[in-house]
């Protein structure tokens, strides 16, 4: 069994891959939860003005909230869900399906 700390005192390689993974399960975490909140907060608002807006703006806001919340769903979720997992417990189609949508979701919003 290896010390958490090498002789030069620097960090162990699997300590620090361990604390890696916990900081970018806690980063996308965070990013996931607060790109939901604020999209289905702003859709909620855009869907239900009393005076249903028609401008121009308001049409690429509301698409734009769709498209970031495709993004946060078949993006940032599987990327979260694969890094909790540490291997992906689907099959072959079930990776090129979440592959597709990951790069689709993606182009969606950033030509939207």
Same mark, same amino acid.
């Given at each position: 069994?290896?010390?958490?700390?090498?002789?030069?005192?620097?960090?162990?390689?699997?300590?620090?891959? +361990?604390?890696?993974?916990?900081?970018?399960?806690?980063?996308?975490?965070?990013?996931?939860?607060?790109?939901?909140?604020?999209?289905?907060?702003?859709?909620?608002?855009?869907?239900?003005? +009393?005076?249903?807006?028609?401008? +121009?703006?308001?049409?690429?806001?509301?698409?734009?909230?769709?498209?970031?919340?495709?993004?946060?769903?078949?993006?940032?979720?599987?990327?979260?869900?694969?890094?909790?997992?540490?291997?992906?417990?689907?099959?072959?189609?079930?990776? +090129?399906?979440?592959?597709?949508?990951?790069?689709?979701?993606?182009?969606?919003?950033?030509?939207?």
């Amino acid at each position: 069994m290896m010390n958490s700390t090498t002789s030069n005192g620097s960090v162990a390689p699997e300590r620090f891959d +361990r604390q890696l993974r916990l900081v970018e399960q806690i980063v996308l975490a965070t990013i996931f939860i607060s790109a939901l909140i604020g999209n289905i907060l702003v859709l909620v608002v855009m869907l239900t003005a +009393r005076d249903k807006r028609t401008t +121009r703006m308001a049409f690429f806001i509301l698409h734009l909230t769709i498209a970031d919340l495709l993004v946060a769903f078949f993006s940032v979720l599987p990327m979260l869900i694969w890094k909790s997992t540490s291997t992906f417990l689907g099959g072959d189609i079930v990776c +090129r399906l979440i592959t597709f949508f990951m790069l689709t979701s993606t182009y969606i919003s950033v030509y939207t």
